[in-house]
């Protein structure tokens, strides 16, 4: 079970350039795997083409397979592709719907549409809230929130579709140390359920470095690296790739340049 690229090349509508260039990556049910790269790299154009929005609803030319659990993307409709994997972009704005006066009505507006029992809507409403610890946020007016806030209400809109996958592109782009942690645990608790699959596009490579199992650098479209968290994050050619390391990494690159021997850390 798996959401998976297969020689995967893309290019927008109206240019010749390729976007993405052969990529093969797949994301397991129970996994994060996080995506860094130097602006450009193509991260953004990833999450859409894995999401399955390119080019079903932007256009463009794909070449290759995108396949969700063995079922290609290719021609499966919008609210299909949303129950089977959910995306969330950087900016939440675009993500809200615009026609609801509060934050419950807002998270209930995707399962709703899907035509669900009300118990069933109410009890998916209550569980994004609580997961993302944003309950106090329930009766508020969307128009109206932070732009962390925003991006939480929007994340919990997300999940209340219940997909199998998830795509997000710098979902804490917004958020401060604390929302950042909270999304984190969040992310962590889906995927110990062995339920969900996460494909995390992250510049916050600490944040990466304690929540994916794996780590893939893009650099011009091509996937440069692919491998175990903590050996793609130290690679010494990180910085190359137009991408900062984590702050334990730089410490310990700082701390050998000086001379200096840091302390191990207890197990």
Not at 78 to 89: D, I, K
Not at 195 to 205: S, W
Not at 232 to 242: H, I, M, N, P, S
């Amino acid at each position: 079970m798996s959401l998976s690229l297969r020689s995967v090349t893309y290019r927008y509508a109206g240019s010749s350039r390729r976007v993405l260039r052969s990529l093969d990556l797949s994301i397991e049910r129970g996994e994060v795997l996080g995506v860094v790269g130097a602006n450009d790299a193509g991260k953004s154009t990833l999450c859409l083409v894995a999401a399955g929005l390119a080019p079903t609803t932007i256009g463009g030319r794909l070449d290759g397979e995108v396949a969700i659990d063995g079922a290609p993307s290719a021609g499966a409709r919008p609210h299909e592709l949303a129950q089977r994997c959910g995306v969330l972009f950087q900016n939440p704005v675009t993500q809200l719907s615009g026609t609801t006066a509060t934050v419950w009505e807002e998270i209930a507006f995707g399962p709703r549409n899907l035509g669900l029992a009300l118990e069933a809507i109410v009890e998916r409403v209550a569980w994004a809230l609580s997961l993302l610890n944003i309950d106090v946020l329930a009766p508020r007016d969307p128009a109206r929130l932070s732009g962390g806030q925003a991006q939480l209400v929007a994340l919990a809109s997300v999940l209340a579709l219940r997909p199998a996958y998830l795509v997000l592109d710098e979902p804490t782009s917004q958020l401060d140390p604390q929302g950042t942690q909270l999304a984190g645990e969040a992310f962590a608790r889906l995927t110990r359920s062995g339920e969900v699959g996460i494909l995390l596009v992250e510049h916050k490579t600490d944040l990466l470095e304690r929540l994916a199992d794996r780590v893939a650098v893009l650099a011009e479209g091509e996937l440069v690296a692919v491998g175990p968290a903590a050996g793609v994050l130290a690679d010494e050619r990180l910085e190359a790739w137009g991408v900062d390391p984590p702050a334990r990494v730089r410490l310990a690159r700082a701390a050998e340049r000086a001379g200096v021997q840091l302390p191990v850390s207890a197990a």
